[in-house]
């Protein structure tokens, strides 16, 4: 992840499988879109107490990001099903771990905070021993005062869990999911 992005994090609320969700998911989010528009990610919560079933997060150099307002009054849910969405803000990365786990074994667990102290001991024994991203928001209305990103395997999972799960009452372990060519 560069430094020099924003990342665009979007949370879905809905009761839909992964094959209705990214069908719907990729109607609604991709129609008129600009091919090269940025990176974009989903991923499909495994397990966790965030209530977000799926998160989106579109990635784009801070050159070629331009904010816009939606050009109607409809809702951001999607009408065809019953899926919520949420914006929860544009965040900048702001410090980045080694990338130790790729491949397969990867599993990716993200940690919500309304409030961090950067002071957290769990934090920095965290950051020496895990692939990380920690996003700070880039606008002030963000949802969140930070999103942490960890990559790790199953062994060092329940671990983070713990240690971050105190702080971070809103968390959860996601997979990412496979977007079709023709959007990604």
Not at 24 to 47: C, D, M, N, S
Not at 67 to 96: A, C, H, Q, W
Not at 159 to 178: H, I, Q, T, W
């Amino acid at each position: 992840m560069e430094k020099n992005s924003i990342t665009h994090f979007v949370g879905f609320i809905t009761p839909l499988d992964q094959e209705l969700f990214l069908d719907q998911w990729t109607q609604h989010y991709f129609r008129g879109e600009p091919e090269g528009a940025g990176a974009v990610q989903l991923h499909e919560k495994i397990k966790g107490n965030l209530k977000f079933k799926y998160i989106s997060q579109h990635s784009f150099s801070k050159e070629d990001f331009s904010f816009s307002f939606l050009k109607d009054r409809n809702s951001g849910n999607f009408p065809e099903r019953s899926v919520r969405v949420l914006m929860l803000g544009g965040y900048k990365p702001i410090e980045t771990g080694k990338s130790l786990i790729t491949g397969k074994n990867a599993i990716k667990i993200m940690f919500f905070f309304s409030q961090f102290r950067d002071d957290n001991e769990a934090y920095k024994i965290m950051i020496q021993n895990a692939s990380f991203t920690a996003y700070h928001p880039f606008y002030e209305n963000c949802i969140y005062e930070m999103i942490l990103e960890l990559t790790t395997d199953e062994a060092g999972l329940s671990s983070l869990m713990e240690k971050l799960g105190k702080d971070a009452p809103e968390n959860a372990v996601y997979r990412k999911c496979r977007i079709p060519h023709s959007v990604a």
